[in-house]
C-alpha cells in the first residue's frame, strides 16, 4: 500500500472541504443569473427560481416547509438569531432560556450578551459522557422560561444529546425547543418532526459547502425578532439580498447530505484507527465522549499523562485538534471536557480525530504507522511534566 503525498485532513469538525458535486453546481452561477431575486423582471425571476429550488432542498432534508428555513451567513449567525430573535420577541412573556455546559460559543457568547438585557440563563450540567439528563430540564423549567438551547451532537467528542426527549418535554410547558446542528446534519438524521424541534441550525462548511452560508429553521409560527434589519428579504426574518450562489451551494449540499449510507464506512475507518491507537497506547490512552451514542465520524481520545499538542506536533503533518491548549507551561482543558469532568492529567492529552467523506484506507493506516511511531517514542521520553 502506497504512503498517502502531503498532509493527512483528520479535522472534517472543524471545516469540510466544498464537495466537488457542490462546487460543480456553483461554477456556472458565477455567470448568472446574476440579478436580485427581489426584482421582479426575468433576471430577478430566474435568480429567486434558484433561490427557491435551494431552498426545496434545505427543507427536504430536515422534513420541513420550504418557507421555515432561513438562509444566513453561517451557523453563528443561525445561533444568533435563535437565540437573540426569541429573547427580544418573547421578553413580555419570559425572560428566562436553558442551555448546556458543553455548548458551542456560538451559543455560549450571545446568551452572555441577553444576560445584559436581562436574560437569566440556566446551564445544565453533563455527565462523564457528555450527555445531558432530560429530566435536568424538566427540573430547571419556570413560567418564566420562553426557550431551551440543547445542541444535537458535540463539536469535541462527538456525544449525542437526547434532543427528541428534550423537546418533549419543553413542549409540555409551551417551551420553545432550538437545537444547534452543525455538526450532525450529514452525518445522522435531523428530520425536525423527530427531533421535535422549533428551531434548527445549519453551518455550510461543517456540510461540504463553502464558508458563509448557513440556515435556520424556524417552524411556522414562532415569533422571532430578525438580527438584521433592512428590506425584510427571508420573509422579514433577515434581511440583506440572497446569494443566488451560496445558497445553491447549500442546497446541493443537503441533498448529497440526505444520503447517510456512506458514513458507514467512515465509521468503520473510525473504528479502525480507535482500535489501532489501543492497541499501541493500551491503557495509556481513553475515549472521550459517549462510547455508542456518537457521531460516526468523530473520535476524540486522550493520552493519560501527555499533552495533545504533543501528540499532534509529533504525528508528522497529520490536521487534527487538540483538547486543550497550552499556555507556556500549564495547560487549561477546553470547556466542554471540564464540564465532563475529565481530568486534568486526562484531558490534557486529548486529540480530537474526525473524519469526512475524503478519508481513505490507506491514509488511516498510515496515521496508525505515525502513532506507533510517536507511542515508541513516548515509551522511552517519559511523561511531560506540565504545572
Not at 91 to 107: L, Y
Not at 152 to 181: C, Q
Amino acid at each position: 500500500m502506497s504512503e498517502p503525498v502531503g498532509p493527512i485532513y483528520l479535522d472534517y469538525n472543524a471545516s469540510t472541504p466544498i464537495d466537488p458535486r457542490v462546487a460543480a453546481i456553483m461554477r456556472p452561477l458565477l455567470d448568472g443569473p446574476f440579478a436580485n431575486p427581489s426584482a421582479t423582471h426575468a433576471g430577478g425571476r430566474a435568480a429567486h427560481a434558484r433561490l427557491d429550488r435551494a431552498r426545496d432542498q434545505v427543507a427536504d432534508l430536515l422534513g420541513c416547509r420550504p418557507d421555515e428555513v432561513v438562509f444566513t451567513s453561517g451557523g453563528s449567525e443561525a445561533d444568533n438569531l435563535a437565540l437573540k430573535g426569541v429573547f427580544f420577541a418573547l421578553k413580555a412573556r419570559g425572560d428566562h432560556i436553558i442551555t448546556t455546559a458543553v455548548e458551542h460559543p456560538a451559543i455560549v457568547e450571545p446568551l452572555r450578551f441577553l444576560e445584559r438585557f436581562g436574560a437569566r440563563v440556566t446551564v445544565i450540567p453533563v455527565d462523564r459522557t457528555g450527555m445531558i439528563d432530560p429530566e435536568d430540564v424538566r427540573r430547571a423549567i419556570t413560567p418564566r422560561t420562553i426557550l431551551v438551547s440543547v445542541m444535537h451532537a458535540n463539536n469535541e467528542v462527538g456525544t449525542i444529546e437526547p434532543v427528541a426527549d428534550v423537546a418533549a418535554i419543553a413542549h409540555e410547558h409551551r417551551v420553545l425547543v432550538h437545537t444547534d446542528a452543525a455538526q450532525s446534519v450529514g452525518k445522522i438524521p435531523t428530520r425536525v418532526d423527530e427531533l421535535g424541534v422549533d428551531l434548527l441550525t445549519i453551518a455550510g462548511h461543517k456540510l461540504y459547502a463553502p464558508k458563509g452560508v448557513g440556515a435556520l429553521y424556524v417552524r411556522r409560527g414562532v415569533a422571532l425578532e430578525p438580527l438584521i434589519h433592512g428590506a425584510g428579504h427571508e420573509s422579514g426574518r433577515r434581511a440583506g439580498t440572497e446569494s443566488v450562489l451560496l445558497a445553491a451551494a447549500l442546497g446541493e449540499a443537503c441533498e448529497l447530505a440526505a444520503d447517510l449510507r456512506p458514513l458507514e464506512e467512515t465509521r468503520r475507518l473510525r473504528d479502525r484507527l480507535w482500535d489501532g491507537i489501543r492497541a499501541r497506547f493500551g491503557d495509556g490512552v481513553v475515549l472521550n465522549g459517549h462510547p455508542t451514542e456518537r457521531l460516526p465520524n468523530t473520535l476524540n481520545v486522550s493520552f493519560v499523562s501527555r499533552v495533545g499538542a504533543d501528540i499532534l506536533a509529533a504525528l508528522d503533518g497529520v490536521a487534527a485538534s487538540t483538547g486543550a491548549a497550552c499556555h507556556a507551561d500549564s495547560v487549561e482543558l477546553s470547556p466542554v471536557l471540564a464540564a465532563m469532568g475529565v481530568p486534568r492529567v486526562v484531558g490534557m492529552g486529548a486529540v480530537r480525530l474526525s473524519l469526512g467523506r475524503m478519508t481513505t484506507e490507506a491514509e488511516i493506516d498510515e496515521v496508525l504507522d505515525r502513532f506507533a511511531r510517536v507511542a515508541a517514542l513516548t515509551e522511552n521520553a517519559g511523561p511531560r511534566p506540565v504545572a
